[in-house]
């Protein structure tokens, strides 16, 4: 899921993903992605630390409050990548700029390759059948 107020950097990255096979879920604000969150899972949610106001803590309050929330990657709309205070600091788990598609790219598999880790099943659970949930979009 991408969650950025502006539909210029949405569509962007939305493109980046889309072009190395990713599903995409758009959402403009924090109300909007958390309501699209709960019809949509997702795998990783990357969202702009410019959104307005308290729109990011809100944001990562509303996501750590969820039982199995997806892991978030910070961008910012500088080259700087994670150097703003709001990166790992302020309770992202990643930062990247939106205009470095190759260090994104990279945060995301890493990101999303650590919540497929997490959800694999003990070979114990795996004939419980429990452990595992459906992966989702970014």
């Known amino acids: 899921m991408v969650v950025d107020e502006s539909a210029f950097a949405r569509g962007m990255v939305r493109t980046y993903l889309e072009m190395v096979g990713h599903r995409v879920v758009e959402a403009a604000g924090v109300r909007e992605a958390l309501e699209k969150l709960e019809r949509h899972p997702v795998d990783v949610l990357l969202a702009s630390l410019d959104l307005p106001g308290r729109e990011v803590p809100l944001l990562l309050e509303s996501i750590r409050r969820l039982p199995a929330g997806p892991p978030l990657l910070a961008l910012t709309s500088g080259a ?38 997490a959800e694999t099943p003990a070979p114990e659970a795996a004939s419980s059948g429990g452990g595992w949930r459906p992966g989702g979009t970014s």
């Open 80 to 117: 700087e990548g994670g150097a703003r205070p709001g990166g790992r600091e302020g309770g992202f788990d990643d930062y990247q700029s939106k205009f470095d598609r190759e260090g994104m790219l990279r945060s995301i598999e890493r990101l999303a390759a650590a919540v497929r880790t």
